[in-house]
């Protein structure tokens, strides 16, 4: 069945510094590939997709890239900053079906100043 | 921005017990989900419900849940008699076509003693 993979956390890090955030996929065909962020207290928010092999999700300073040929959808940002502090969730949901997502476990950023 | 509204935020029950979690969903959205996240673990898809039935559900929805839409607005789930396994974050989405962004609630960390 599919399934998603996620960088374990949790991961801190210091305000400006480089963040990638694992993930990579199993699944058949082209899924449409998404991540998720839940701030404290909060809902998940969809943060930013990509339906299609090499699209590029952006969104608040965060990128993803789908790589079919890795089966991959890592989560990058240049510069964090400390309101980034939340948890992470990369989410696939399989093509050509509006079926549920299926979700990783999840990472845990921490941002310091 | 619109957003789904869950409660209670917390739930303690004993083991055995009937419980209901409540969801209001965005209001003009037809689509409605439940999913749970046990501690460490993955988000997991329970039901998917749409016009007034269950669309799909997964094999973790055995005969102690059901789900109801009573009055047009809310959206409940309900588990007969709680085990322990149960405990877990319940959070409820709403979406307003099959696309892929789904708008999730905060979650009910439900906890069975």
């Known amino acids: 069945g599919d399934s998603v993979t996620q960088m374990e956390g949790p991961v801190t890090l210091s305000e400006e510094a480089f963040l990638t955030i694992n993930c990579t996929y199993t699944a058949t065909g082209y899924p449409s590939l998404f991540w998720y962020v839940q701030y404290p207290g909060e809902g998940l928010q969809l943060l930013l997709k990509a339906t299609k092999a090499d699209d590029k999700g952006s969104n608040k300073g965060f990128e993803a890239t789908y790589r079919k040929e890795t089966t991959s959808f890592h989560l990058e940002k240049g510069s964090v900053q400390v309101s980034d502090s939340a948890v992470y969730f990369c989410a696939l949901r399989p093509s050509g079906s509006a079926r549920q997502l299926t979700f990783g476990s999840g990472t845990q950023l921490t941002v310091l100043p | ?113």
Not at chain 2, 15 to 29: D, F, Y
Not at chain 2, 64 to 82: A, H, M, W, Y
Request: aromatic residues 14%; proline residues 4%; glycine residues 6%.
């Open chain 2, 1 to 113: 921005e619109p957003e789904v509204t869950q409660t209670p935020s917390h739930q303690v029950t004993q083991m055995g017990q009937e419980v209901i979690l409540r969801c209001v969903p965005i209001s003009n959205h037809l689509y409605f989900y439940w999913y749970r996240q046990i501690l460490g673990q993955k988000v997991e898809f329970l039901v998917s419900f749409y016009n007034n039935e269950i669309s799909e559900k997964s094999e973790i929805f055995d005969d102690q849940f059901s789900v109801e839409r009573p009055d047009g607005s809310n959206f409940t789930l309900k588990i007969r008699s709680t085990k322990l396994e149960d405990s877990a974050m319940y959070f409820c989405a709403s979406g307003i076509t099959l696309s892929e962004k789904l708008f999730f609630g905060s979650g009910t960390q439900l906890s069975v003693l």
